[in-house]
């Protein structure tokens, strides 16, 4: 009897270690597909994210919440006294001083829904993130090389949020608007956590790319780099107002390119490419030619050594990409930047270095 019992209790941790080890994180076999979903979901996420956060730019409504609060900042005001207290704190930075002195407290509501709609959806996309994550994880479907990857992505996503308050707090002082710069790191780090989740989904529906294929990898990966390049630069010109001065194209007042002592008229020099406005416009026209001749070079080398082949097709929608932002940039520049070309220039951004990922990861091998 004895036996019998020991025998049962055997065989019941035994089928007991099985599952635990089934379902462990070394686990091989992952719902891939379900994986897939996921990070598609989390970059449409991301995506509305940075359209949203341009929204927000534009309307000047990224200075109205003046605190970071991450978890009792989830709920906007519910009273009047609270909103009356929220904007006698907006009242105290000078963009409200000197920008907005007569701004009555409707209009203060406005703006601030849409930082604090910002902000939210930030808060949502973590979730979104790290709750599947975690499931993923204990239930054993991630597979293994993924994971250091994911984790990666969850501390880029906390870094993005301690990145918009660091920018934030550059405006509630001695500026009437955010730094340039530190609007420009916070608009890389969101573009960065796009085309790595656009790497991460494209890669878990491997296809071995051909011999032809993979001598395009080099001009893909310069592609992608410039992008981002140009993403970040969109950025310092956006957050100097550069785009409302040299609306005219192909030149800027009247030249090519500007004189010397316009383009370095800062000390010290290095100063010039990040606060500069002629400088920094100058430099955003330059590398989307350079971006532009770099996507048709491309297409050219594909139709020369993969005639026929995926990545071939894939570099003429790219280049096509690339030629539709690039008119979206001069029609924004020419019409002096409203609201809707301004948010369609940066949407129609995020598409091209979409695109520009998920050529370049087609090209890696599976």
Do not use: C
Request: no cysteine.
């Amino acid at each position: 009897m004895s036996r019998g019992i020991a025998s049962i209790k055997a065989r019941d941790v035994t089928d007991v270690m099985s599952i635990f080890i089934a379902a462990t994180p070394n686990a091989r076999v992952g719902d891939v597909s379900a994986i897939r979903l996921w990070l598609w979901i989390v970059a449409a996420m991301v995506f509305a994210m940075v359209v949203v956060g341009g929204a927000t730019r534009l309307t000047e409504s990224g200075l109205s919440i003046t605190e970071w609060k991450p978890v009792t900042g989830v709920l906007p005001p519910l009273s009047d006294a609270a909103w009356a207290e929220q904007f006698e704190k907006y009242k105290q930075i000078p963009q409200y001083a000197k920008l907005f002195p007569t701004m009555a407290l409707a209009d203060f509501k406005t703006i601030f829904f849409w930082e604090w709609g910002h902000r939210l959806l930030g808060r949502l996309i973590g979730l979104v993130f790290a709750l599947p994550l975690g499931w993923f994880w204990l239930r054993g479907k991630l597979p293994r090389g993924l994971k250091p990857k994911l984790l990666g992505l969850l501390a880029l996503g906390g870094l993005q949020g301690a990145v918009g308050w660091w920018m934030v707090a550059s405006g509630l002082t001695d500026r009437v608007e955010v730094a340039p710069e530190r609007l420009a790191v916070h608009l890389l780090l969101a573009a960065v956590t796009f085309a790595a989740l656009i790497w991460l989904a494209v890669g878990l529906a491997p296809r071995a790319p051909g011999p032809e294929e993979q001598r395009l990898r080099g001009g893909a990966s310069w592609l992608l780099g410039l992008v981002l390049a140009q993403i970040g630069l969109g950025a310092l010109t956006a957050g100097g107002r550069a785009g409302l001065t040299y609306n005219t194209w192909p030149w800027m007042d009247g030249r090519l390119v500007p004189p010397a002592e316009h383009l370095f008229r800062l000390e010290p020099w290095w100063k010039n490419f990040l606060e500069n406005i002629t400088m920094v416009q100058f430099e955003h026209r330059m590398l989307a030619y350079l971006l532009v001749g770099a996507a048709l070079w491309h297409v050219w080398r594909a139709r020369k050594t993969a005639p026929g082949a995926r990545g071939g097709k894939r570099a003429v929608v790219l280049a096509g990409l690339v030629l539709v932002q690039a008119g979206l940039g001069i029609l924004t520049l020419l019409l002096a930047v409203p609201i809707w070309a301004g948010l369609l220039h940066q949407a129609f951004a995020m598409l091209v270095l979409a695109m520009a990922a998920a050529h370049r990861r087609r090209l890696a091998s599976p």
